[in-house]
């Protein structure tokens, strides 16, 4: 039936059977948008995005362990950001983010948690009742009969000038109960003196749907229905590479966003030459179109898994990342696997970026290599190599060794591995140009091996490194933080357990509230971060991990 076909008096989002419609009167949408009470009572209602993992502590861990529909489902396909809270995710996310966050002593104090059965929703929500005095308007009878569990917040084009329209999804249990309590809070907030003009809200599926004002909750009800953002194909795909959903989760179509963002911002390059702004967004937009993230616990860890999607990714193919091989007496690494393919795949399109911004790089570049002897992109490929490592060992990081002035006390330095004679020639030309720069020999410690070198405070931890053959990839903190390290382009760990009883008891000396900072800090077993490119995205993860 076509638009002309309908019964008279009847709009298209009316006939759609796939969702309702509650309109509230007020004045028509304006170009020029004030307060959005769409970010008001819809967010009031939907303030748990913003709490996260920490909100998700007071949830009934018995309660409601259905798998059930994302709040994607209730976002129109045409959504360029979105940002979800699930307080229903599957069994092992409810269980494992309670031991999680119950290994923090402070964190019920910060939650305001009596009893973890408490209804995180219903605190936060009479807060904001309160704050507007209605009586007979209460969480009890006016919210809680619909409240679902699953909220979501997006950002969708335009609907005038150029900045992205609100909406927020909220799941509902009962659709004649919602109507019911978002009519008394609406009617709550006119009482109080707050603007209802700018808020609307329609329903489709099991969510309502809350917009900026009551024609746009119909047309994004309605889209929804039609064809939602969890229909997406690419939504799909990119929240496929993050994996299975935790307890919170967004999505940004960063192409999209570039294209509203205003025009002539970047403005003049250095020395007044003129920007190729266009040029420079459609590469950006070309390397970073899409990204997604989630939130994930484990019993002992969290992990936020973010995948960034290319239209133009780089292939890098490399050998097992060389951190492994450190010793489990190390407290910082960081190792980059396949860098001269990297940076092989990669120069020319930084150096169109670069253009863009300054017409003269090329003769600054041209300047720089006269100046110093190097030769760019190909000592930068050598110097990467097929790995390159940085490192910091627990043996002599004491206070005393610290405080000693004297570098060769402390156990720290890099490890290059690639082709053997382009390394030391490089080795050779950068420590020559330090000593010149410096008017002394630079106090550094060299190793050789077969396919590189170490370069490290004293002789010691250079054979160390050059030998590398250590199992920190078999300890215990390493694998809490880093799965398939071998396999990763990047890996960063930093073994928090073996240097936290110095840095906790210096800053526990400055007294006052610190205790209870210390004691929040202290469960924590190690940070890791990794990432590795996988066919048309890079997907990291970044982990913190807690003593068991």
């Known amino acids: 039936m076509s638009d002309s076909e309908l019964p008279p008096g009847q709009t298209p989002f009316e006939a759609n059977p796939e969702h309702d419609t509650i309109r509230i009167e007020g004045p028509a949408p304006r170009s020029g948008r004030g307060p959005m009470i769409a970010v008001g009572i819809g967010t009031a209602m939907a303030l748990i995005i913003g709490g996260g993992a920490f909100a998700f502590y007071r949830i009934d861990p018995l309660h409601l362990f259905r798998a059930g ?36 002593p402070g964190f019920k104090d910060i939650a305001d948690v009596q009893d973890e059965r408490d209804d995180i929703r219903k605190s936060i929500i009479t807060d904001a009742l309160d704050s507007l005095d209605c009586g007979g308007v209460n969480y009890d009878d006016t919210i809680e009969p619909w409240l679902g569990n699953k909220f979501a917040f997006a950002a969708m084009p335009p609907a005038s000038g150029s900045d992205p329209e609100p909406l927020v999804a909220i799941e ?187 017409a003269q790089i090329d003769d600054q570049l041209s300047q720089f290599e006269r100046q110093t002897g190097f030769n760019l992109p190909t000592d930068l490929e050598t110097l990467l190599g097929d790995n390159i490592l940085f490192a910091v060992d627990r043996d002599g990081l004491t206070p005393a060794a610290i405080n000693s002035g004297g570098p060769g006390s402390i156990n720290a330095g890099a490890r290059f591995t690639g082709d053997k004679a382009k390394l030391d020639a490089l080795y050779d030309k950068i420590t020559g140009l330090m000593t010149d720069l410096a008017g002394e020999k630079i106090p550094f410690s060299k190793a050789d091996f077969d396919r590189g070198l170490a370069v490290a405070s004293n002789d010691s931890y250079a054979q160390t490194l050059a030998d590398l053959d250590g199992d920190l990839g078999d300890s215990q903190n390493f694998q809490s933080v880093i799965s398939d390290a071998a396999d990763q382009d990047v ?58």
């Not at 396909?77 to 269980?95: E, G, S």
């Not at 073996?498 to 400055?510: A, N, P, T, Y």
């Open 491 to 548: 890996v960063m760990f930093l073994n928090w357990d073996l240097v936290e009883d110095e840095i906790l008891d210096s800053v526990g000396q400055f007294g006052g509230g610190t205790s209870k900072v210390v004691d929040n800090i202290r469960p924590i077993r190690a940070f890791g971060v990794t990432a590795d490119t996988q066919g048309d995205y890079t997907v990291s993860h970044l982990v913190v991990s807690v003593d068991g």
């Open 172 to 358: 509902v249990k009962d659709r004649d109960a919602a109507k019911e309590g978002i009519d008394a809070l609406v009617n709550c907030a006119d009482d109080s003196g707050a603007s209802t003009s700018d808020f609307g809200y329609s329903f489709t599926g099991d969510y309502v749907v809350t917009a900026s004002s009551q024609v746009l909750a119909d047309q994004y009800a309605a889209e929804a229905s039609s064809r939602s953002l969890a229909d997406d194909s690419d939504f799909k795909a990119d929240m496929d590479a993050v994996g299975d959903p935790g307890v919170a989760s967004a999505w940004i179509d960063i192409a999209g966003l570039i294209d509203l963002m205003p025009r002539g911002m970047l403005g003049s390059g250095d020395f007044g030459s003129p920007v190729d702004e266009q040029g420079l967004i459609d590469l950006i937009k070309s390397k970073y179109s899409r990204a997604a993230v989630t939130l994930r616990f484990s019993d002992d860890h969290v992990d936020v898994v973010s995948a960034v999607q290319s239209d133009d990714p780089i292939d890098i193919n490399h050998g097992g990342n060389e951190v492994v091989g450190l010793p489990d007496s190390t407290v910082f690494a960081m190792s980059m696997a396949g860098g001269s393919d990297a940076v092989a795949q990669s120069w020319d399109d930084t150096l169109k970026a670069a253009r863009a911004v300054d």
């Open 69 to 104: 529909p994302q709040a994607a489902e209730a976002v129109p396909a045409d959504a360029l950001a979105y940002a979800a809270v699930d307080l229903d995710p599957a069994a092992t996310q409810k269980i494992n983010a309670l031991k999680f966050l119950d290994h923090f």
